[in-house]
């Protein structure tokens, strides 16, 4: 079986695909400890929702800070990136989906702060393909919320899954068609969080 497989086969039947052994530990570590770094510099900035610049900032509806991955920087050769842009040929061949680029942020929830029920594609553009989460919590105890909440595409009230941010853990599914919400934390949660697009990297 191809390290892609397993991923490939739950995309293919439900939308989504979350596992915990596919991304190795190190990875994490050396992502998380770039995170911090740039947090420490202060390279982050309030995430926002949506296209309208006036009213993107809400943290009662997105409470997190990103910090974008720079195409051709250092982070951006780390082996996650590189991992994640072979996945990105992967998906082409089997699915023919035509992603051309993909772009990354890390992301930090602070204390008490989630994300409400959302799509991750906006309003009238289709160029957001396959969303991916990378948590980077080691140690992180279920107890301590943040989880990434999945809907039913055809009802979205309904809760289909739910799965805490723990250490290594990734998510993958379609962003035009899933559903998703990010439960308020009650310690700080980090991720990477990124699109594979059909657009011409910028």
Known sequence: MGEYDQIISALNRQGWSVTDTTVPPSWCGELRAH?????????????????????GQQP????????????????????????????????????????????????????????????????????RKISVVLYLNPGWDTTLGGE???????????EIARFAPTNARLAVFVSGLM???????????????GWLRTDEPA
Not at 40 to 52: H, I
Not at 149 to 158: A, L, M, S, V, W
Request: glycine share 8%; with cysteine.
């Open 60 to 127: 009662e509806v997105r409470g997190d800070s990103i910090c974008w991955v720079q195409p051709g920087s250092s982070v951006a050769k780390l082996p996650f990136f590189e991992w994640m842009a072979a996945l990105r040929g992967v998906l082409n061949e089997r699915f023919n989906l035509g992603v051309r680029s993909q772009e990354f942020h890390f992301a930090r929830y602070p204390e008490g702060r989630g994300y409400r029920k959302h799509l991750d594609q906006h309003r009238g553009r289709n160029v």
């Open 148 to 158: 990434l909440c999945f809907y039913q595409p055809t009802d979205p009230e309904t």
């Open 35 to 55: 995170a911090e770094q740039l947090w420490q510099a202060g390279a982050f900035e309030p995430g926002e929702f949506g296209l309208d610049l006036a009213n």
């Open 179 to 193: 559903p998703h919400a990010v439960l308020p934390c009650r310690d700080t949660r980090w991720s990477v969080t």
